[in-house]
């Protein structure tokens, strides 16, 4: 299977803004959409945005709508979150995922490859 490496965590004030990059390994980039998600201590994993295989659509959870913006370099086989406004609800730590199948999706099941995450800290 692909490996996807995210980089770019750390810790940041309230209003502050961080980029995440996700890094993924083999030829096939661009066949896959590409997902991320975030996961707090005692919270489930739920969905921040994701992008389509060449970039031309993006989606993205109300929560975060407005503030955090995907992009994808697929030269560099590399995907962005970038997060601005941050919030201290925003503190997780964030996953990126692929999809084989391409599409826009929410759902956790749909995605078929999953990095080991970046821990987020927004401080108030």
């Known amino acids: 299977q692909v490996q996807l490496v995210e980089s770019g965590g750390g810790l940041v004030q309230a209003g502050g803004s961080l980029r995440l990059s996700c890094v993924a390994s083999g030829r096939t980039f661009s066949n896959y959409a590409m997902g991320w998600f975030r996961q707090a201590p005692g919270k489930e994993r739920e969905f921040v945005g994701c992008?389509?295989?060449?970039?031309?659509?993006?989606y993205y959870a109300d929560s975060v709508k407005g503030r955090f913006t995907i992009s994808r370099d697929n030269a560099k086989n590399t995907v962005y979150l970038q997060m601005n406004s941050l919030k201290p609800e925003d503190t997780a730590v964030y996953y990126c995922?692929?999809?084989?199948?391409?599409?826009?999706?929410?759902?956790?099941?749909?995605?078929?490859?999953w990095g080991q995450g970046t821990q987020v800290t927004v401080s108030t």
């Open positions: 995922a692929a999809d084989v199948q391409g599409g826009l999706t929410s759902s956790s099941r749909d995605y078929d490859y």
């Open positions: 992008i389509s295989r060449y970039g031309s659509s993006t």
